[in-house]
């Protein structure tokens, strides 16, 4: 969010080492138990996150990219969910349009979130060589009531399905055909 430092190299690698850890140690507490389909289906959801993880990188939007692959860890209130289907880079220029408006989105709600409360927030991301999307889905109980009025500020960007209440948050982040 904009008023965190980023991550130190350090951190972003103690961070995915302990997530990794924890992955590892799951799967073994299954096989220990016999429980060896809940083990398969843990590396199938390791190698699940692994293929999204790759997937994003070819976005081409070095900003964004980063701020989505720390998400999780710097806002941990949030149960963080990607999907991604990535055929096409984006067009760099775009690059902090994108993240600025998608960290302003979550530095919006984030504080106020309820911490008695599940939140989720999902990104779906979407990019071929004729149209690019992010999609952004936040639910949970937050109590900012005023409607996030940010604009995003580029003639090929634009602001779609916009939908806002204190329990979900919808929107999706398109560029225009000439803007990819």
Same mark, same amino acid.
């Given at each position: ?76 209130? @949030? !149960?963080? /969910? $990607? ?7 984006? %067009?760099?220029?775009?690059? =902090?349009?994108?993240?600025? &408006? ?45 409607? @996030? !009025?940010? /604009? $995003? ?7 779609? %399905?916009?939908?806002?209440? =204190?329990?979900?948050?919808? &929107? ?9």
């Amino acid at each position: 969010m904009t008023n965190e430092q980023t991550l130190t190299i350090n951190e972003v690698l103690r961070f995915a080492n302990h997530d990794f850890l924890n992955q590892l140690q799951l799967i073994k507490i299954n096989l220990d138990l016999g429980r060896t389909k809940a083990a398969k289906e843990s590396v199938d959801q390791i190698a699940e996150q692994c293929k999204t993880f790759f997937n994003i990188n070819k976005l081409g939007l070095p900003k964004t990219i980063e701020w989505i692959h720390t998400l999780g860890w710097r806002c941990p209130n @949030f !149960n963080v /969910t $990607i999907q991604s289907m990535i055929e096409h880079e984006v %067009d760099e220029r775009l690059d =902090e349009v994108i993240y600025n &408006y998608l960290d302003q989105s979550v530095s919006y709600i984030y504080p106020s979130l309820d911490p008695f409360a599940e939140q989720q927030l999902s990104l779906q991301i979407y990019a071929t060589e004729k149209q690019f999307e992010i999609s952004f889905y936040a639910k949970g109980n937050w109590n900012e009531k005023e409607v @996030f !009025n940010q /604009t $995003i500020e580029h003639p090929l960007l634009a602001i779609e %399905d916009d939908q806002y209440s =204190e329990q979900e948050w919808h &929107y999706v982040i398109v560029s225009k055909k000439e803007g990819i």
